[in-house]
């Protein structure tokens, strides 16, 4: 069902790989992007620098882009504008033209085949129609929505019009398409708070689900279950076994970090890295030590995120030693005194 996907690389070839094609995005960005060049130029790094190893090209902190208009195509070949989810009022907005655009997607599918495969597979969603509903500029967890319900069919929803749960839709889904292999896909906290607990309460056997979610993990600490709680209460209570968690953000939209099949961490795609690094000294850390987390990809063409400074925390688990190839790690949570976010965390609190 599955296929070998964009999950293939040792980290000394990704890094081979990566180095050149990210110095090349570099100067493009300091060609193409005004605000860029003059952040380049007020951190020293000069046209024509020479960069040996990935921790040494210039980052762009994420917050960047809530004040900043960074962008590297022409205003007039701005074809959508991705927003996130922050609940302060700030929010990052995220300029694609046409070909971006397309090239996300692409490297979304190609990430999801991992997993899905190709069979388009019927489709249970963790959330309303009504959510889809947005004429402008796309919230993060409308984009996520949208870019995930291309890889499935027959959809279902979760929640109805207004947002609450609708058991009778989940029970004729699984009445049609309950005995074989079918896709669910929500952020995690409405997953757990919402299917979870639906499933449980009646009885619903989720055998021949593969689950795909994202997010939301800050709201299910405070509920006291993590990861490892998550996929055991979901296999012993419903017996849905196949259930992989990514981490993106708007901010590198189309590239996610991937959990393996037996949960031992989140991995990067074959065009993309991560690094951890020491939130005081900002020097890389090695395997086992705690710090911020960098993401870098060579998919974002149309603005300069390709070297990105998050505000999360995460931890290096292993390299070349799990489930897939590469670094494998876990997102730990917020940097204390940034802004909580994240695309279900911004869910409206009826749920307690």
Known sequence: MSEPGVFTLPQ???????????????????????????ILAALDHRPGRAYRT?????????????????????AGEVFRVLTSS?????????????????????????????????????????????????????????AGVLGMMGFGRDHAFVLDEREAPDPAAVAAFLHRHGGRPFL????????????????????WDLSHGLLIHSGGWKRLTDRAVDNREFRERFTS????????????????????????????????????????RDPVSWRVLPVGEPGVVQVLSTLPRSYPGHVLLTEDLGVV???????WPGRRFSVLGRVPRTEPRGCSDSYPGRAR
């Open 86 to 142: 922050g609940t302060t009022g700030e929010v990052s907005r995220v300029y694609l033209d046409r070909a971006a655009a397309a090239a996300q997607q692409r490297a979304l599918a190609a990430a999801m085949r991992t997993v899905v495969g190709r069979a388009r597979l019927p489709m249970l969603l963790v959330e309303s129609r009504a959510v889809l509903r947005d004429p402008g500029a796309l919230p993060a967890r409308a």
């Open 12 to 38: 000394p070839a990704r890094e081979r790989i990566l180095l050149p094609a990210l110095r090349e995005l570099t100067e493009h960005h300091r060609e193409h992007s005004a605000e860029y060049r003059r």
């Open 54 to 74: 990935l921790s040494e090209l210039p980052w762009l902190p994420v917050g960047l882009f809530k004040r900043h208009t960074l962008r590297s195509v022409p």
């Open 317 to 323: 688990h292993g390299v070349d030693d799990g489930d």
């Open 237 to 276: 209570d419903t017996g849905l076994r196949r259930i992989h968690n990514f981490y993106g953000m708007v901010e590198q939209m189309g590239t996610i970090f991937l959990e393996g099949p037996s949960g031992d961490g989140l991995y990067c795609p074959d065009f993309a890295d991560v690094l951890i």
């Open 184 to 203: 669910v896909f929500g952020f995690t906290f409405l997953v757990w708070s919402r299917l979870y607990d639906l499933a449980r309460q009646h009885g």
